[in-house]
């Protein structure tokens, strides 16, 4: 083999599914506002679509955890979380095989339990064979709870009474035989032997953030751990997923597209599925949210830039986009007698999509 490509391992992609006010939004909330108080100057957090927990701040985060998990290293670049939860942005992440996530975080609302959009979650999941953590949230709310701001789950049981901590415990295994019933053998994070079989069950408040630094750590040290072979990527071509299709004031359409492999960058020609087959353009800019403490200076919610890596989030600007479908693949055409193949792959792949969807 010649020529040394370089390669590095990306950031896991997470979403986050659950039943309606289990508190998906709170939690994403609660993890952005940690990932911009902790970061380091100069790192990018918020992506277009997306926003990234750098390895700075999970590894401030994995700190006071050490005593529990000194095995912990951070080897990941940090999160990157899709920012709208749920299971329909969910379903315009798919790829040829699975899904571009590399993670799933089910909230589940510990007082609650159970609702129908749970299962329907799970469900999916499963569909996708996407592995997942159980985010049992609203600790708080359990009667007799003391809230400590911002505190590992284990940090702060030390402080609760036998009573509370017995109706904790009362409700945790109400959700390890919930998941029993749909197949998943289930614990509370710390008493798991063999993250390969058993799904972690992490008691949080979004509200609070407690056990949010658990949740975190969780996530980053089971990517390392199981999936390090699809977390590699190198400087090829940018393959990527439409998240959403949207008109900009002075950009036209442009679409939010999620970069799961390699490199994106200015002039790069592209292939993603339209309403009337596949379309082939050029990308006249690539656009990242400004950083809030510029948007006085400046105008606009975006600025330029001339390539982005993998994992990311990014808006592309580009002519001939208005017929683009959200959840179509994106390809970059690594050469000119190579446009033709990639139209094929990507109407093959989009075909797929609606031959399913038609026969649910
Ligand atoms: P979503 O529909 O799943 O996105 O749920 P939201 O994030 O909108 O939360 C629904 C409601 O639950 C809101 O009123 C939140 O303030 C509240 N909530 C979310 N997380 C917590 C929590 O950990 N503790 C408490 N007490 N309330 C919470």
Redo the contacts with the bound molecule.
């Keep these: 083999m010649s020529g040394e490509k370089k390669t590095w391992m990306r950031q896991p992609i997470i979403v986050v599914l ?1 039943h ?7 939690l994403l909330d609660k993890i952005r506002g940690t990932a911009v108080a902790r970061k380091e100057p100069g790192e990018i957090t918020q992506h277009v679509g997306a926003s990234v927990v750098p390895a700075s701040v999970l590894k401030k985060l994995a700190e006071p955890l050490r005593k529990y998990f000194p095995k912990l290293v951070i080897e990941i670049p940090g999160l990157l979380f899709i920012d709208t ?1 749920g299971h329909e942005l969910f379903s315009n992440l798919r790829k040829r095989g699975g899904s571009v996530a590399d993670m799933a975080i089910l ?1 589940v609302d510990i007082i609650e339990g159970f609702q129908p959009q749970t299962v329907e979650a799970i469900n999916i999941l499963k569909e996708k064979k996407v592995p997942f953590v159980v985010a049992a ?2 600790i ?2 359990i009667e007799g709870w003391k809230p400590h701001a911002d505190t590992p789950f284990l940090e702060s049981i030390r402080d609760q009474s036998p009573r509370t901590l017995s109706l904790l415990e009362e409700k945790i295994y109400g959700l390890v035989g919930k998941l029993y019933e749909h197949g998943f053998e289930a614990e509370r994070f710390d008493r798991v032997r063999d993250f390969r079989r058993t799904v972690a069950i992490v008691p949080i ?3 609070t953030g407690e056990g949010i630094p658990e949740l975190l750590a969780l996530i980053a040290g089971l990517s390392q751990q199981f999936m390090k072979k699809r977390l590699v990527t190198s400087e090829e071509p940018a393959k990527g997923v439409v998240l959403e299709v949207k008109e900009e004031p002075g950009l036209g359409t442009t679409i939010d597209v999620i970069i799961y492999d390699g490199v994106l960058r200015r002039n790069d020609v592209f292939v993603v599925a339209g309403r009337n087959g596949p379309i082939v353009t050029r990308v006249r800019s690539l656009l990242m949210p400004r950083p809030l403490q510029d948007m006085r200076m400046h105008e606009g919610r975006f600025i330029n830039v001339d390539l982005v890596t993998a994992a990311t989030g990014v808006k592309v600007a580009a002519p001939g986009l208005e017929d683009a479908l959200a959840g179509s693949p994106f390809y970059v055409v690594p050469s000119d007698d190579k446009v033709e193949e990639y139209k094929r792959i990507t109407q093959e792949e989009v075909s797929q999509i609606r031959f399913r969807a038609e026969s649910d």
């Design positions: 659950g309606v006010d289990h508190g998906k939004t709170t939860p909230v949230n609203k708080d709310r408040s979004a509200k």
